[in-house]
């Protein structure tokens, strides 16, 4: 009898990267860690000391609050300087410490290490499609290549990306 072999090279920590905005699957790729300073106008964040530019940052990388837990993130709209970025939206405050993570397409096939019973794991599929998989059992794999997990409408967790 045949059976699928799972092969992967990479995996994501999924736990910290739900979003109901983003697709966030394979964005384990953290080009550095900054704090906010300031900032003006919707999106603008302000960084002193930082050096955006040098280390890499483009446009469509995500922003990612590190501080403050339920945070959708928001993509790099332009790179103003090395202290300063435009994002799409708002996402931290001042003070707030964030990640800029790498942006990534790359869809993969999840693992829930934790589902309680009636678990849900709401997903966005490679090709677009939401769906919402119910009952999901503890140590399984969801043979579905996904680029977003939902924060909403997702109450299983330790949900591990494989790509």
Do not use: H, W
Request: charged share 15%.
């Amino acid at each position: 009898m045949a059976y699928q072999k799972l092969q992967v090279g990479r995996a994501t920590d999924m736990d910290d990267k739900q979003s109901d905005t983003e697709d966030t699957v394979n964005l384990n790729d953290v080009i550095n860690t900054y704090t906010r300073t300031g900032g003006g106008g919707s999106g603008v964040i302000n960084a002193t000391g930082a050096t955006f530019i040098t280390d890499g940052v483009k446009p469509g990388d995500l922003v990612v609050n590190t501080t403050t837990s339920n945070n959708d993130g928001a993509r790099i709209v332009t790179v103003n300087s090395e202290t300063q970025i435009t994002c799409a939206v708002a996402t931290t405050a001042v003070g707030n410490n964030f990640d800029i993570l790498s942006q990534s397409e790359e869809p993969a096939v999840l693992y829930v290490g934790t589902a309680a019973a009636g678990a849900t794991l709401k997903v966005r599929s490679a090709g677009g499609d939401d769906a919402t998989f119910v009952n999901i059992q503890q140590g399984s794999f969801i043979p579905v290549q996904v680029k977003r997990v939902y924060r909403t409408g997702t109450t299983a967790s330790n949900i591990v990306a494989l790509f």
